[in-house]
């Protein structure tokens, strides 16, 4: 099975080539800084099957998650913080290639973690479904890699 470094190279080339697709199509054009946030959601939501073991893709997550929460903290955004907080502990609720290894979940958790995020502080879905596509291809990524298709 491919490691950290796989998923996270596979996440990032497959999201750059969807964004740069979408930019070049003029589908969706965002401004660098919501890029950057795109490919990073990419590249966490490809390292987010393989968190419930103990390896350096879960070091690596949890510890920019861990500074993502902080810095919303700092920035006065708790309800974000505890948003993050929860899908944290999402892969914990189950075995290894377990429930996080489907495709199901792929569709699922980003739709379950930004529908949470809509409700609970009401952004405009303009917003957050760019962030669905991109949590969806980096997921994605991760079970193309993992052969789980």
Not at 132 to 137: E, G, L
Request: include cysteine.
């Amino acid at each position: 099975m491919p490691g950290y470094k796989a998923h996270l190279t596979g996440g990032t080339v497959l999201a750059a080539g969807a964004l740069a697709g979408a930019f070049f199509l003029e589908i969706y054009r965002p401004d660098p800084f919501t890029g950057a946030a795109l490919l990073a959601t990419a590249c966490l939501a490809a390292l987010f099957p393989d968190v419930d073991t103990s390896s350096k893709g879960r070091g690596l997550f949890y510890g920019i998650l861990a500074v993502v929460d902080i810095a919303l903290m700092i920035m006065g955004k708790w309800q974000w913080a505890a948003i993050l907080g929860l899908v944290a502990m999402l892969p914990a609720l189950d075995n290894h290639r377990g429930w996080t290894h489907t495709w199901w979940a792929m569709l699922l958790v980003p739709a379950a973690i930004l529908g949470t995020a809509h409700f609970a502080l009401h952004p405009p879905m303009q917003i957050l479904a760019p962030f669905y596509a991109a949590a969806v291809v980096g997921y994605f990524s991760h079970l193309a890699l993992d052969r789980e298709f």
